[in-house]
């Protein structure tokens, strides 16, 4: 029997990855646009419906073979919210073992009718029930004749993709970066150590297991702290006070790539939601010394909140292109968290999978030489332009940084190595420049990273 809230989660869900995977809008801005009009939803709920719509995106391909092979069309003929329809519910069946197969297939049933595609439902609880035995097999494509064809509903990835990595990278690698990119991540706290902790405690590990909950870890890096699951925000005081900001260890590293002094003058170029411009100002930047710049509205919205919430008062923040509201202004240090395909984050938005193209790539590497060759006359002779993205692909990071070399003769590269703490040092190359694949053994978003010096 279906309840309301049960056909109603998975009717917000078919809705969310229908938004997602036809208007090309993030799983984060889809879920919390659906949730906004959905006010009465329980946290429960919502996580539940997080679950679905990430797991689902995560295992798209995967599900998508499955099911082919039970209908009588392609998949790509139906209706997006069928289809999708299909994908939360065979989710549901597969991944999700605290939901009974039965709920699984008669909620799903009922919010194909709720999302306006009520003549779906019988072909819909067909599919499902048929899932739901588990009992028929499908050959898979043969590993080593159709290796892309193989990896890619294996893994659930993108063929070109697949493709891709697989000219690329040593099988080892291939392989690690394909299955670690599918495990839910975990969050890294950074503390922000100018903030004392609610109540005199003096702990934040303590402090959020006795108030939330929450287990953590202290990790390698001064301040970061790991954890199991995120504490609700609006219920801790910790938070309110900008005690901590929600960062990953690869983040926090390639912004202490910045080594600047209280005196020095630093650009966050690429600022907004102002997790790294935090990072620099806590790590000894003055704020009337830091300058941030987003040409992004809303971005910049968030920046100035979570700036308030840790305190962070006296910066200048520029709204627009960043080379043009620079035109003739100089800096000691410029760091250029250049925008990027993301790669490196696929598993915190697993909708790249699919929304990514390979022009994608080419076009974030025009922008992004576009950006570094603009913002190379802003730095002050014997300053530093830090450049880096949350990507492992050449185009926007070896090869990228190879020709503004070329181009920028008065620009060289620094080694980082004593910039960079010593647990994660072996991320430095031996061409100076911090790599950070993402399936890494430390479990940490792929990045990237150089020092550029301007020697003249
Ligand atoms: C990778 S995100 C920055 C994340 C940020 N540094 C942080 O740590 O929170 C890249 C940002 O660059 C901004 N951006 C892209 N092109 C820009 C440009 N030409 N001028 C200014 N900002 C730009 C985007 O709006 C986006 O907010």
């Known amino acids: 029997m279906s309840t309301r809230t049960g056909s109603l989660t998975r009717a917000i869900a078919i809705d969310a990855l229908t938004h997602v995977l036809t208007r090309n809008i993030h799983s984060d801005v889809a879920l919390e646009k659906l949730f906004a009009s959905h006010p009465n939803l329980r946290t429960l709920d919502k996580a539940f419906i997080y ?16 099911m082919s092979h039970m209908l009588d069309r392609s998949f790509s003929s139906l209706d997006p919210r069928v289809a ?18 039965r709920a699984a297939v008669s909620e799903t049933v009922e919010a194909v009718k709720q999302v306006g595609v009520p003549n779906a439902a019988s072909l819909v609880n067909a599919i499902l029930r048929r899932v739901a035995k588990k009992s028929e097999y499908f050959p898979k494509p043969d590993k080593v004749t159709q290796p892309v064809e193989y990896y890619s509903m294996h893994h659930s990835f993108s063929q070109w993709m697949v493709e891709r990595w697989h000219k690329q990278l040593s099988l080892e690698r291939f392989e690690y970066l394909l299955s670690n990119n599918n495990r839910i991540p975990k969050n890294t706290l950074k503390l922000i150590t100018k903030n004392p902790l609610p109540d005199n405690e003096y702990d934040l590990a303590t402090y959020l297991l006795k108030t939330q909950s929450v287990e953590s870890s202290w990790q390698p890096l001064p301040g970061a702290l790991r954890i199991e699951s995120l504490p609700k925000f609006n219920e801790c005081e910790a938070f309110k006070k900008g005690c901590y900001i929600v960062q990953d260890e690869a983040a926090q590293l390639s912004a202490s790539l910045v080594q600047a002094s209280q005196s020095d003058t630093v650009l966050d170029a690429c600022a907004a939601p102002g997790g790294k411009s935090i990072y620099l100002w806590e790590s000894g930047v003055a704020s009337e010394n830091l300058t941030v710049c987003d040409f992004a509205q809303k971005r910049l919205k968030i920046l100035r909140e979570n700036f308030e919430r840790v305190g962070l008062q006296g910066t200048t923040i520029l709204h627009g292109d960043v080379v043009e509201q620079c035109q003739g202004k100089v800096f000691q240090k410029i760091l250029l968290d250049a925008p990027c395909s993301a790669m490196g984050v696929i598993r915190r938005h697993p909708e790249i999978k699919w929304l990514r193209t390979p022009s994608d790539i080419q076009n974030c590497a025009i922008e992004q030489a576009r950006l570094l060759d603009g913002l190379s006359k802003n730095v002050a002779i014997g300053g530093e332009l830090i450049y880096i993205v949350c990507s492992f692909e050449l185009e926007e990071t070896i090869h990228q940084i190879n020709s503004f070399l070329e181009k920028h003769p008065e620009y060289e590269k620094v080694c980082p190595l004593d910039r960079i703490h010593d647990f994660y040092k072996k991320y430095v190359t031996r061409e100076n420049e911090l790599l950070i694949y993402s399936g890494n053994p430390d479990d940490i978003d792929g990045f990237f990273g150089v020092v550029l010096k301007r020697n003249s």
């Open 84 to 101: 999708n329809a299909l994908r939360i519910g065979t989710y549901q069946i597969y991944y999700m073992d605290r939901v009974p197969e």
């Open 51 to 66: 679950e679905m719509v990430f797991g689902s995106l995560r295992w798209l391909a995967k599900m998508d073979w499955i």
